[in-house]
């Protein structure tokens, strides 16, 4: 399966793939998918989890015309992030 430059990108700089596993699906907002797809929220969420930043605590600041498309991505990324320390724990490792 051939990746996309922007895969290939986070690849050469982040490491290799490390999916997020979920409980159940999450529907990704629409704007991913024109951004290489998933894998860059995968690595904001682990980033943030890295520093122990609670994105559900996070305040987003953007004008108006940006608030719906930015609350649709935010509540993606904090779903992600819980889904992620429901299976890891802050540092990426798995809980037992």
Not at 20 to 35: A, F, M, V, Y
Not at 37 to 53: C, D, H, K, T
Not at 70 to 76: D, W
């Amino acid at each position: 399966m051939e990746s996309s430059p922007q895969e290939r990108w986070f690849i050469q700089f982040c490491g290799p793939r490390k999916p997020i596993p979920t409980r159940s699906h999450l529907k990704q907002p629409g704007c991913l998918s024109s951004h290489g797809g998933i894998y860059p929220a995968e690595l904001f969420v682990r980033m943030a989890s890295e520093n122990r930043v609670l994105l559900a605590d996070c305040k987003q600041r953007c004008p108006d015309y940006l608030a719906r498309y930015n609350a649709r991505l935010a509540k993606f990324l904090v779903a992600l992030q819980r889904e992620q320390l429901h299976f890891e724990n802050w540092d990426g490792t798995r809980r037992r």
